[in-house]
């Protein structure tokens, strides 16, 4: 262990993100993939995530914030990029200058978009955002998003922007049965409709997420936009697992035991002594907690996998520790690695299993590990360009 600096790590299979991609891209036919890496790649670094999904025949990727667009172009990435969500006053010029495309959900959007591409003598790629029942960004259906296309058509004629995508995103996904799911569509359709009878040409139209791709193929459209399946897990886990998809999970979360030591019953663990040894037994303290992204919820039900086998957090999870009760007749040793989640081929527990645990999903588990648990890659080099 000399020379070992930090206290857990997470283990990256390139390869997965790959493959994934490939499944997905195979779910979506005749459609492209916009890969979605958002959120440092859901939690799995920006850039890896990004070069592995493009080897798995992503042709698009996408991200919510500026900066992201900006780092993949910072680390050469020259495939398709576009950005959803910005604020006034933010640096669309060099967005712009990069050749980033972007989501207008606004009418002061396509007006600073506008402006970005006057500034830089270019002509803006935009991505109509339309809210056709979600309740969040993007423009409200109907008099609005006309008065909206009215604006665009004058943009692309003074050759400022041109109108490359339409966008929605939906309330239901996860629920493809839900009635507000086909109204939706219904209102969606009639917008690039719209669209096109005004006289804009769009290169593509996408609404569907990771749900929608996995489970409603006839709303692939032009390009399908998954995020978390990228990664391996399913967003719809009451219809079925990551095996059900051909999925395999890409992160694995490690660490090791910093000490194991024998209680004796009726000790209390942790802040608070909210649970008490039953009997006399072992405890193993893993240096991990809420800073490094595990729930404060995990008290008392956060499964980790010690010595092979499936035990518990027992008592409070801390800000940098948490206790396992790990019964009087644990082999396990201080230094023994130990699995908070992972694939499950191997009986781990997995990012669900937390998710479930702790009564949230597992998008936010996964995008809440801290940056002070570092990222090993396997599977492929992180590097660019694609070999």
Known sequence: ?????????????????SDNTRRLDELAGSAGVMAVVKAGGYGHGLVPSALAALRGGATWLGVAQLAEALALRAAGITAPVLSWLYVPGADLEAAVAAEVDLAVSAPWGLEAVAEAARATERTARVHLKVDTGLGRNGVLHGQAYTDLLHRARALEAEGAVAVVGIMQHFAYADSPGHPEVLAQVARFDEAVAQAEAAGCRPQVRHVANSAATLTNPSLA???VRPGLAVYGLSPVPDLGGPQDYGLTPAMTWTAPLSQVKAVPAGQGLSYGHEYHTPTDTLVGVLPLGYADGLPRAATNVGPVQVAGERHTVSGR???????????????AQAGDRCVLWGTGRDGEPTAQDWADATGTISYELITRVGERVPRRYLGAEATWPLR
């Open 317 to 331: 999870v801390c800000m940098d520790q948490v206790v396992i009760d790990l019964g009087p007749d644990s082999p």
């Open 1 to 17: 262990m000399t020379g070992v600096t930090y206290a857990g790590e997470l283990c990256i299979d390139l390869a997965a993100i």
């Open 221 to 223: 459209y032009d390009l």
